[in-house]
């Protein structure tokens, strides 16, 4: 299905450069297209039935962010992923220009409006011809994207201090740690550590 | 609808920039009763008929996708939980299917069997929950007290199972938790046979109602397309006529081996596609769910509970998508593993999201009162929405 | 601004007959109703429960309120390493090799000593994973349910501590 579909997009929209991930050992393939051309794929493939746009999502790697479509023919009982990769653009702050930039295809699907408002919220992307792309589950001054895998937190949010030390155990977690200092053989202790500590997983898989 | 934000017309009085407008500008929620957890939806009214309606939320988030990143693949399980928690262990199931088809693990028939059991068991609760506050809504109180009564045996019988009421952790990755024995399985059997009757009976008391069909019939539709455009799934689509379930379209666990129908809305009191129809969708499902128990009770062979699932689980890479079929619609789970410990992303299409969506083609034109009666029809679970 | 106009149902026109059918089913459907419902008065078995002065037992394996037996724990960490919101903190010493040996109840021998085994409750989500993987079955959830506080602070709950080491009579099961 995956390689008819994209010999037909190659044919129906020029320069869309659909290609066809197959799996190595298990689960979905899928199409990435160019995401420039995203609109016109949206629409070539709603004309070939996909009539139902069930979700966008988009995942962070180190060097790009992928955008997925998840696209759904109710008629014919089939799913497509379709792909596009962006640049990660900056992050950082609330600034909607430094984004990676997309075309909106709320003009083919109605679904694809909260759809990728979600994503902007979530992950930071620009959706270019989007009716109102504000912010949906995060509040309209937060700052930064907090899917994104370099997302910190921000310390303070109007005058609320985030993950204040009294609600987050920090004694308690490093009560391990500083026996370890007091007993001088830190071998001799063995402690709890925090899942998202990287030095004390490291600690723990040379312990393993 | 896509100027929401824009003032209708600016007119300068002096040097003082005033808005036209004789619209009235309502909050509702998000602590109103009739939005079903914290939905705010912001309404414009011309006097008592609603000109648009904004839904706006995220009260409830917690980023669970984020959380997801640093737990092992059995932690995730809990907090699928807390997404939907009057469908929880639909939730999980969804959940545990998507990871099992990419480990390729093998499900001992009996795990299946109890999930079915579970599951149907779980739609009933669900449902039950729906039909009780929808009637509220309507200002029908009665039902409220007797579903909640039927609930609680529902959920006394997963508390046995499970340890919990509401938040199970039941269904695992391999198999369930606890074995169900034959005790239990007769009172499920007792259940059926005693809560047919009743159902029938609250169908009576607040579906036939004269004052509930003037108040549902013909309120709230949604027309084929406009479903299928918004991406609308679960009793919302099968209300509006199409006959379209997961559990039939694309069978999952050992639903292909059942006998049930698939409810579909006519039209019965009004229009395809309005209140009612939703709400007959949602009553006939419940007996299509018992239909399906009784075929479970008879069908369930024993064996293991717990199929073969290494201590620690390494999904290989790659992704993939997974719906299944949940109370409120479709639920998809679309998994990206690296080939580590923890998911590399997790998202979940959530198919209330999906619908809190559709408020702004609803809402306008309708009575406020009749606003009410639409929120409650599309049935949302706030935590799944903002998860 | 276009303007809204109220959505108006269309509906067959209302003959004088149609009035009348109305009516009559109006007040047939309420009857029905208003039947089931006086039915259902005495047809229903009370459930309400008058807590405080009656109090529910929960099913024997209900997760409620967790105890840790500190005497029977390996310090296996495994509890915290499963536990998905982090809540439980653990730091064991070694067992000088010189010390007599000691066995917990199945006869697993202990050999490091717990120094710190702590639960925040109030972060605790009642999963129930850190119980299923226990080795020796001392970390179990019990059947108590009555334990609201007023602070945050003492919804951790220090299982070495004897006020706490105390419940062991009083909350856990067989």
Not at chain 1, 149 to 171: C, G
Not at chain 2, 135 to 145: E, K, N, V
Request: with cysteine; aromatic share 10%.
């Amino acid at each position: 299905m995956h390689n008819e579909l994209s010999s037909k997009l190659a044919s129906l929209v020029s320069g869309s450069n659909p290609v066809v991930n197959t799996p190595a050992t298990v689960g979905d393939s899928s199409i990435t297209v160019e995401a420039a051309t995203i609109l016109e794929v949206c629409k070539a493939l709603k004309s070939e039935g996909f009539n139902v746009c069930q979700c966008i999502t988009a995942t962070d790697y180190a060097d790009r962010i992928e955008l997925t479509y998840i696209l759904a023919d109710f008629t014919k009982n089939l799913e497509i992923l379709v792909k596009a990769n962006l640049g990660r653009g900056d992050g950082n702050g609330n600034n909607k220009e430094t984004l990676p930039k997309i075309n909106s295809v709320v003009s083919v699907w109605n679904a694809a409006n909260f759809l990728e408002r979600e994503c902007y919220d979530m992950m930071g992307i620009n959706f270019v011809g989007h009716p109102d792309l504000r912010r949906i589950l995060t509040p309209d001054d937060w700052q930064g994207y907090p899917l994104r895998r370099d997302y910190i937190v921000q310390e303070k949010y109007l005058d609320m201090v985030v993950n204040p030390a009294h609600k987050i155990n920090s004694a308690d977690h490093m009560f391990g740690k500083n026996l370890k200092v007091e007993i001088g053989d830190p071998k001799k202790v063995s402690a709890s550590w925090k899942s998202n500590d990287a030095d004390e997983i490291e600690d723990a898989k040379d312990g393993e | 609808m896509s100027s929401h934000h824009e003032p209708e017309d600016k007119i300068l009085l002096g040097d003082q920039e005033i808005i036209k407008s004789d619209l009235l500008t309502l909050n509702m929620g998000p602590q109103h009763p009739a939005t079903h957890g914290v939905l705010r939806v912001e309404i414009k009214t011309d006097s008592e008929i609603v000109v648009d309606a904004i839904p706006h939320i995220g009260y409830l988030h917690r980023c669970f996708e984020k959380h997801v990143e640093h737990l092992d693949y059995r932690g995730v399980i809990p907090y699928v939980d807390r997404m939907d928690y009057l469908g929880a262990m639909s939730m999980e199931w969804g959940y545990a299917l998507t990871i099992e088809k990419m480990l390729g693990t093998e499900v001992p028939k009996r795990a299946e069997y109890i999930r079915i059991l579970v599951a149907e068991l779980q739609r009933i609760a669900s449902h039950l929950v729906y039909f009780g506050t929808y009637g509220i809504d309507m200002g029908a109180f009665t039902t409220f007290l007797y579903c909640f009564q039927d609930r609680e045996e529902i959920l006394r019988l997963f508390e046995e199972l499970s340890g919990a009421r509401m938040l199970y952790n039941y269904v695992w990755i391999g198999g369930v938790w606890n074995d169900i024995n034959d005790d239990q399985l007769n009172r499920v059997k007792n259940f059926c046979d005693r809560f047919e009757g009743e159902l029938k009976k609250y169908h009576q008391l607040v579906g036939e109602n004269k004052i509930f069909i003037e108040r549902t019939a013909h309120v709230g539709v949604l027309t084929k397309e406009q479903c299928f455009d918004y991406g609308a799934t679960g009793p919302v689509l099968r209300g509006s006529g199409v006959n379209w379930d997961l559990r039939k379209n694309r069978p999952y666990g050992m639903y292909e081996k059942f006998d049930f129908d698939v409810i579909v809305g006519k039209g019965e009191k009004g229009t395809v596609g309005d209140c009612w129809d939703r709400y007959y969708v949602r009553i006939y499902e419940m007996f299509e769910s018992i239909k399906i128990i009784r075929q479970v009770l008879e069908g369930i062979e024993e064996g293991p509970v717990m199929g073969k699932v290494s201590k620690i689980i390494k999904v290989p890479a790659g992704e993939i998508y997974m719906r299944t079929e949940c109370p409120r619609g479709e639920l998809g789970y679309h998994l990206i593993s690296d080939g580590g410990k923890t998911p590399y992303r997790l998202k979940v299409k959530s198919s209330c999201f999906t619908h809190v969506s559709m408020l702004p083609i609803l809402a306008p034109g309708q009575m406020v009162a009749d606003l009410v009666a639409t929120i409650g029809s599309i049935d949302i679970v706030l935590g799944e929405i903002d998860r | 601004m276009e303007t809204i106009h109220l959505k108006k149902a269309i509906q067959p026109e209302l003959t004088i007959a149609q009035w009348f059918k109305n009516v009559y089913y109006a007040v047939k459907s309420t009857a029905v109703g208003m039947g089931i419902t006086f039915k259902y008065v005495w047809a229903r078995p009370v459930v309400t429960i008058e807590y405080p002065e009656v109090r529910e037992e929960l099913p024997a394996n209900s997760r409620s309120r967790l105890y840790n037996d500190a005497e029977n724990c390996i310090s296996c960490l495994q509890c915290a390493v499963s536990c998905p919101v982090d809540c439980i903190y653990i730091a064991a010493v070694k067992r000088p090799t010189d010390a007599p040996k000691i066995k917990t109840k199945d006869g697993t021998p202990i050999r490091l000593d717990l120094k710190q085994y702590t639960i925040d409750t109030a972060l605790c989500m009642y999963c129930g994973l850190c119980t299923t993987v226990c080795p020796t079955e001392c970390l179990t959830h019990t059947t108590d349910y009555e334990y609201a506080s007023y602070t945050l602070a003492s919804m951790k709950y220090d299982y070495l501590a004897p006020d706490i080491r105390a419940w062991r009579t009083r909350i856990v099961k067989s």
